[in-house]
């Protein structure tokens, strides 16, 4: 196995665009740079069902610049992962095309295997803790429960919801700032999905799905229970990724600028979380996009995303919660440099390389 791993890491998610050039060595991320832009892939997917044209304009453009650090970095290897928006789109063969174009290699990935990759890139942290990982992302939100040991990922339970801030913003927040029954709205449909996931994740998987590396994409994005003994509680941690929990954590501190050694591995207590929903709820997006610590970008689906993380931890009985700045982009950085080392993956999925 080489003694290192130089990889570039591209997903494009529903909110966000982002970029990580590292070197990995014997599966462990050592040194990164992250590129990030917000270009909204999910603008109007949920109604339309359709990628906007400036929404692919965006991306591409986001996409352009990253293949110009990409070829001054220099990687071994190269992989791109499209998530909810480009799922739920018809169509969208304009989009990958121009990616292909600017030489990536796109997938567009299942919602099981974007919660496997999530759950292998928070994992690192936490070697052989049982841990709850939620992703929020803009149009769905993946929960994993189960634990990485050994060099083998168990999981007991892996699923996608369709929930995401941009999904919820659309369906539900009409009003700026929303009216008292928009949000009531929102909450009445988020806590029986959430609730619902809890009650399974509780009765489900108890031996854990293991993923010998061998194992093929379409097993790997199998959800649900592979046993009937499992343990009757969830797990003691709730580990959050995403653009929502981050920034709820720059808001809460008035980060300015941004402090990630301060936010990753940050706890965030669900007092906390009701406090940026009730302050959040009042506020016009101008306003919510001056607050500090906020990307001015990101204000328009803040909202959204606050009542997601608060609804998932009532739902699941949690106080707190544990940010993480890695997840997928972190998991598919390490299956990258799997891959191309030795042709197979923890997660059971393989990445396109290009």
């Known amino acids: ?27 462990t991320i050592v040194s990164q740079q992250k590129t990030s832009y917000i270009t909204d892939l999910g603008q109007g997917v949920d109604a339309t069902g359709e990628l906007a044209p400036e929404a692919v304009e965006r991306v591409v453009n986001a996409c352009a610049d990253f293949a110009e650090r990409i070829q001054g970095f220099g990687p071994d290897a190269i992989g791109l992962t499209l998530t909810s ?17 600017l030489g990536f290699a796109p997938q567009v990935i299942p919602g099981e295997v974007e919660g496997r990759l999530t759950f292998f890139g928070v994992a690192a942290d936490f070697p052989g803790e049982r841990l709850a990982v939620a992703d929020p992302g803009g149009g769905s939100t993946e929960i994993a429960l189960g634990r990485c040991a050994g060099g083998s990922l168990e999981l007991e339970r892996v699923q996608s919801l369709n ?5 919820v913003t659309e369906k539900f927040l009409a009003h700026v700032p ?7 709205a929102a909450v009445a449909w988020l806590d029986p999905q959430f609730g619902a996931y809890w009650d399974a994740a509780r009765v489900a998987g108890g031996a854990g799905d293991t ?12 959800d649900g229970a592979v046993s009937p003994a499992a343990p009757a509680a969830l797990p003691d941690r709730l580990v959050a990724v995403g653009g929502t929990v981050t920034t709820m954590v720059a ?16 706890d965030l207590e669900l007092r906390e979380v009701d406090a940026c929903v009730e302050r959040l709820r009042g506020l016009a997006t101008a306003d919510i996009a001056a607050l500090p610590g906020i990307q001015p970008k990101r204000a328009p689906v803040m909202l959204g995303g606050a009542l997601i993380i608060q609804r998932l931890m009532r739902a699941g009985g ?10 997928l982009l972190a998991g598919l950085t390490r299956t990258i440099a799997e891959a191309y080392e030795r042709g197979a993956t923890t997660v059971g999925w393989m990445p396109e390389l290009s």
Do not use: Q, W
Request: glycine share 6%; hydrophobic share 40%; aromatic share 4%.
């Open 1 to 27: 196995m080489a003694s290192s791993v130089r990889v570039a890491a591209v997903d494009i998610g529903t909110v966000t665009s982002r970029l990580l050039l590292a070197t990995v060595e014997a599966g």
């Open 85 to 101: 928006a480009a799922r739920d789109a018809h169509h969208g063969e304009e989009l990958l095309g121009r990616l292909h174009e």
């Open 163 to 167: 929930i995401g801030c941009r999904r």
């Open 178 to 184: 929303p009216a008292p029954y928009e949000v009531d």
């Open 211 to 222: 993923v010998p590396d061998k194992k093929n994409a379409a097993t790997a994005a199998a």
């Open 251 to 266: 808001m809460l501190h008035e980060l300015d600028p941004y402090d990630s050694a301060f936010v990753h591995l940050h």
């Open 318 to 327: 949690y106080d707190r919660l544990t940010v993480s700045e890695n997840g």
